[in-house]
């Protein structure tokens, strides 16, 4: 009777006992390295940019000419280096407020949790058999033929039933009691380390992507957001790497301050788990504006949001179309904002004409006067 109840038993969760995780790096504490890391990034990928780009390294994958990097740009490098470090003060003071609202993250669970997800695997396999009965297969049946030779595969077909799987509790009882199979563990670990995570990424990718998306797509729509807000931002109809975060303060916190502590709330990310997303989604942003379409970069590959859809919308004949960033193109697709046509001679005739060009495309004019605001702020 006793060997019966410990078969059917489930195996017991594993004691356990927390403790502040250990900062990542010996020589600075993880609220600090969550603080600067993104923008260590930041300046890092963006310099390795502007060093290809100063010295002209990869000519065949550029997307504009350096002279039209000179002579289109209606902001000076002085003036987007210095507004995208006030932007990165504005994150740092938003990222330790984020910070500081958490608790400090513990470990010592990782064990119990994992545990825990083993014993759903088991209670989830209860179901097999009237799972195999609806398709008129016996599961008892089977699961006896092949006891002798697949124990394993036989006591997930009998509905998590493994009578042969035990140990011994860890005091001096020494106690038999139900184990799990090492598959049971294998998929739990699987589950706790890959596939929770994994989601909880997505879940912050889309949030970001939505959120921007509807922002950037309003701030072009209301001629009142364009002129105060974002027309900074199109001061570059060339975009540089270093220039991704070159925004007004007010765009710069909505856009990517706030949307990105929002998604990171609403996907409920570990602060090691944050600091690695807030890291990708810079890296992402940087590379977008880099103004090269180079064939081996994996960023530029994984979707087709890349420098080369998103340097369409800083030209003057894309500037309503592709809102969709940083890492999709979902929206631009669903809504219809996604440009529609061959971009090649534009592409030609625009490097052709060089700053020549540069100066109609700065004194044309748009329904919601995006154009014309541009240039009243070269003017100024």
């Known amino acids: 009777m006793a060997n019966a109840t410990v078969a059917s038993a489930l195996p017991p969760l594993p004691a356990y006992e927390t403790r502040p995780m250990p900062d990542l790096l010996p020589f600075i504490s993880d609220f600090w390295?969550?603080?600067?890391?993104?923008?260590?990034?930041?300046?890092?990928v963006s310099m390795t940019f502007h060093?290809?780009?100063?010295?002209?390294?990869?000519?065949?994958?550029?997307?504009?000419?350096?002279?039209?990097?000179?002579?289109?740009n209606l902001a000076s490098r002085y003036e987007v280096a210095r507004d995208?470090?006030?932007?990165?003060?504005?994150?740092?003071?938003?990222?330790a407020f984020l910070t500081l609202t958490e608790p400090r993250q513990q470990t010592g669970m990782e064990e119990y949790d994992v545990a825990v997800w083993a014993t759903r695997v088991r209670l989830a396999q209860r179901a097999l058999p009237s799972i195999l009965g609806t398709l008129g297969l016996n599961a008892a049946a089977i699961a006896k033929?092949?006891?002798?030779?697949?124990?394993?595969?036989?006591?997930?077909?009998?509905?998590?039933?493994?009578?042969?799987?035990?140990?011994?509790?860890?005091?001096?009882?020494?106690?038999?009691?139900?184990?799990?199979?090492?598959?049971?563990?294998?998929?739990?670990?699987?589950i706790y380390w890959v596939l929770i995570p994994g989601f909880q990424l997505w879940v912050a990718t889309c949030f970001l992507d939505t959120w921007q998306y509807f922002w950037h797509r309003a701030m072009h729509m209301n001629k009142w957001m364009y002129t105060h807000w974002h027309a900074r931002h199109h001061r570059l109809y060339v975009p540089y790497a270093y220039g991704a975060l070159y925004n007004h303060p007010v765009e710069g916190f909505v856009l990517d301050t706030l949307g990105a502590g929002l998604a990171y709330k609403v996907s409920l990310l570990s602060p090691r788990l944050g600091m690695?997303?807030?890291?990708?989604?810079?890296?992402?942003?940087?590379?977008?504006?880099?103004?090269?379409?180079l064939p081996w970069d994996p960023l530029q590959r994984i979707t087709s949001n890349n420098a080369a859809y998103h340097d369409i919308h800083h030209q003057s004949w894309g500037i309503k179309t592709n809102f969709s960033q940083p890492f999709f193109t979902i929206w631009d697709r669903w809504l219809g904002t996604m440009w529609q046509g061959d971009t090649k001679l534009k592409y030609e005739r625009r490097g052709r004409g060089g700053g020549k060009s540069a100066g109609k495309v700065g004194s044309s004019s748009s329904s919601n006067g995006e154009e014309v605001n541009t240039e009243t702020v070269k003017a100024k």
């Open 33 to 44: 390295l969550s603080l600067i890391l993104p923008h260590i990034f930041y300046w890092a």
């Open 51 to 72: 060093i290809i780009d100063v010295y002209d390294l990869f000519p065949q994958y550029r997307l504009h000419t350096p002279e039209e990097i000179s002579q289109r």
């Open 84 to 95: 995208v470090v006030i932007e990165q003060m504005i994150q740092i003071a938003t990222s």
């Open 145 to 190: 033929n092949m006891a002798a030779s697949h124990p394993l595969l036989a006591g997930a077909l009998a509905g998590g039933h493994y009578p042969f799987l035990t140990t011994t509790l860890g005091d001096v009882t020494g106690t038999a009691v139900p184990a799990f199979a090492t598959w049971e563990l294998l998929v739990a670990k699987a």
């Open 276 to 293: 690695l997303y807030f890291v990708f989604s810079t890296v992402k942003t940087v590379d977008d504006h880099c103004g090269y379409a």
